[in-house]
């Protein structure tokens, strides 16, 4: 079983990471997130935190738009043109092939976050121009745009000289370049003095990008459940609309329960009693605990008002996450052990 997973979760990912959407996608959040810093210079107040917030928030919803485009290539595509009887005509468990298909897709999902994520961390190394006088950091310019240039040089050859795909060569190739200019590009200030690692290196960035990375992969799972039985434009509403439900949670649900909970202390109603408040309430809290509440895994707020991320607040959404990954990944199993692939 660990070998099948295994297999089919390695053949998603490649298949994933060929797929030209995942390039345009790349692309797309690359220009965003180099266009929002001079975009995030026309603040009156702090330049540098609109731009994580910004560029932040560019590469959540890439990730999220991304999630719900490959759950439906890898697995609704098979199933409307047959070729998922190969898989499941042999033993290999319905189970089997929903978690691997999962695995396959959150790989490729997780390596377009690295490679975004270190596009946004040389982007805020360089850090924003509010004046013509602010210089500019040519380490980051110099190792990012050659680490950048090599590894579309690389693609390139490989494509050419040896056939391989060019979506899935630009992204193995630039994703660990950009690691090494974004490591040199540490040791160094704008005019390739150097500076302790220390100083330089932003844990708190880190986190942020890990907070947001599970509750990606919380979408992923939803993702894969829907493109069980819907096609690719409905699962890209559902993950949408759940995500921005989840955004919103606080505000759908949570704000309902405090102000009811709060009305009933006061008046000392009964909890056994059945009103329109009491039913509004019920169904508040059934909502707030079903849909994900994506707030907490979206960190920038902490980021921009410079209030530390702990390791604590990491350990505790990683089972939340976790709770809702497994949830969504047994609808799935259950949806897709009820369809009908032959």
């Given at each position: ?43 009156m ?24 485009f ?13 070729t ?23 790989g ?69 370049l ?12 704008h ?105 907490v ?41 009820r369809?009908?692939?032959?």
């Amino acid at each position: 079983m660990f070998g099948q997973t295994l297999a089919i979760a390695w053949n998603t990912f490649s298949e994933s990471i060929r797929q030209p959407v995942v390039l345009v996608m790349i692309v797309v959040a690359t220009l965003l997130i180099v266009l929002s810093n001079p975009f995030a210079a026309f603040t009156m107040e702090d330049d540098q935190r609109m731009y994580i917030d910004i560029a932040l928030s560019t590469v959540f919803i890439v990730s999220i738009i991304l999630s719900a485009f490959l759950a439906t290539n890898v697995l609704n595509r098979e199933i409307e043109n047959r070729t998922v009887l190969t898989v499941v005509s042999k033993p290999v468990s319905r189970i089997v092939f929903v978690l691997g298909k999962y695995l396959g897709v959150a790989g490729a999902l997780l390596l377009t976050i690295l490679c975004l994520s270190f596009v946004f961390m040389l982007v805020e190394r360089h850090g924003t121009l509010p004046t013509l006088a602010s210089p500019y950091h040519k380490p980051v310019l110099a190792f990012g745009l050659g680490g950048l240039a090599a590894g579309v040089g690389v693609a390139v050859w490989t494509n050419y000289f040896y056939g391989r795909s060019f979506p899935s060569a630009v992204l193995l190739a630039t994703t660990p370049l950009l690691a090494v200019a974004y490591l040199l590009s540490l040791f160094f200030k704008h005019d390739f003095s150097p500076t302790p690692i220390a100083t330089s290196f932003r844990l708190d960035l880190w986190l942020a990008v890990l907070a947001m990375t599970l509750g990606v992969m919380v979408l992923t799972a939803v993702a894969v459940a829907a493109s069980t039985r819907l096609g690719q434009v409905l699962t890209l509403a559902i993950t949408l609309g759940l995500f921005m439900a989840g955004m919103l949670s606080d505000w759908l649900f949570g704000r309902t329960i405090a102000r009811l909970s709060d009305l009933f202390d006061r008046t000392q109603a009964s909890p056994a009693t059945f009103d329109a408040d009491h039913v509004l309430l019920w169904f508040s809290k059934i909502g707030y605990a079903v849909v994900p509440n994506f707030q907490v895994f979206w960190l920038s707020d902490a980021l921009t008002q410079r209030r530390p991320i702990p390791l604590s607040y990491i350990a505790e959404i990683v089972p939340y996450g976790l709770v809702y990954v497994v949830v969504a990944l047994a609808a799935a199993v259950a949806l897709f052990e009820r369809r009908e692939v032959g």
